[in-house]
């Protein structure tokens, strides 16, 4: 599944830089049972981040914390996927990261 918008186009998602030192938080939408495996990746595929056996609240989300030293503008994607035998495929979400504002 693609939330965001498809690839090639710019996200509709987006969000300023958070200051150096701070973080971002993200709630990102999973079916509310299992475990999953959550990457960050760059506009070009490279992981740069990764959470495992993380498990939603009871409303089926995850809430992720982001260093803002792996949030440098550009676009980004979260790929979540549960784990276990019955993994079903991967979803995407899609976000872009502006420059702060001056």
């Given amino acids: ?3 965001g918008d498809p690839a090639g186009k710019e996200p509709s998602h987006r969000l300023y830089q958070p200051p150096a030192g701070g973080c971002a938080f993200f709630t ?3 079916e509310p049972e ?3 495996r959550v ?3 760059d506009a070009g595929g490279k992981e740069l981040w990764t959470g495992e ?3 939603p609240f009871g409303d089926g989300y995850l809430t992720l914390t982001i ?3 792996l949030l440098e503008p550009g676009v980004f994607t979260f790929v979540s996927q549960e ?3 019955s993994a079903g495929p991967a979803s995407r ?3 872009l990261v502006k420059p702060r504002p001056r």
């Fill in 83 to 85: 784990e276990g035998r």
């Fill in 67 to 69: 260093p803002a030293s």
């Fill in 1 to 3: 599944m693609e939330r």
């Fill in 53 to 55: 056996g993380l498990t």
């Fill in 28 to 30: 990102i939408p999973v």
């Fill in 34 to 36: 299992g475990t999953y």
């Fill in 93 to 95: 979400f899609r976000f």
């Fill in 39 to 41: 990457s960050l990746r």
